[in-house]
């Protein structure tokens, strides 16, 4: 049994299984979405316009962030999906959500979608952002599959507080 445990914790070691994370992309409102190497992926996604009003179905929540973004050359293959953050003046983010490609809609790989940011003091919202770092694939880690885990992921999506 000993020489049977000791096999496998060689071998485990052996699979030689690495996670990494990539750096998180400098937020802009038009992006070249990048793969979790920091190299371009030939989509580039874009705030195409945003404004403070109610959302239809809860009216009652106030003012929310709604704005609408474009995905162009993404297809069939690549759906990339990247971080939309609501900033204040200082690029603090005070509500952020992943927005997918393959949830918007149009031809030719001209994507286009809309989406609600739900902030506690909307009257601070200075411009809605995008994360360049693609979000639509995070493999399995080292600790959850010492044989098939690791390899690079992607940086953890922002949140409230971060700084873009």
């Not at 106030?62 to 297809?75: E, I, M, T």
Request: net charge negative; charged share 25%; with cysteine.
């Amino acid at each position: 049994m000993a020489l049977v445990i000791l096999a496998l914790s060689g071998c485990s070691s052996a699979w030689g299984c690495t996670d990494t994370t990539a750096e998180r992309g400098e937020a802009g409102v038009r992006v070249q979405v990048e793969d979790t190497s920091g190299r371009p992926v030939g989509v580039t996604a874009e705030v195409v316009d945003w404004r403070l009003e109610p959302h239809p179905q809860v009216p009652s929540q106030g003012d929310q962030v709604h704005f609408r973004y474009r995905f162009d050359g993404a297809d069939e293959i690549s759906l990339p999906a990247v971080d939309a953050c609501a900033v204040d003046e200082e690029r603090v983010a005070l509500g952020c959500q992943t927005v997918y490609s393959a949830e918007a809609f149009g031809p030719g790989g001209d994507l286009t979608g809309d989406g609600w940011l739900a902030v506690e003091h909307p009257e601070q919202v200075a411009e809605v952002l995008l994360i360049p770092n693609d979000q639509s694939y995070d493999g399995r880690t080292c600790e959850q599959d010492i044989k098939d885990g690791g390899g690079p992921h992607p940086p953890e999506p922002a949140g409230v507080g971060d700084h873009l």
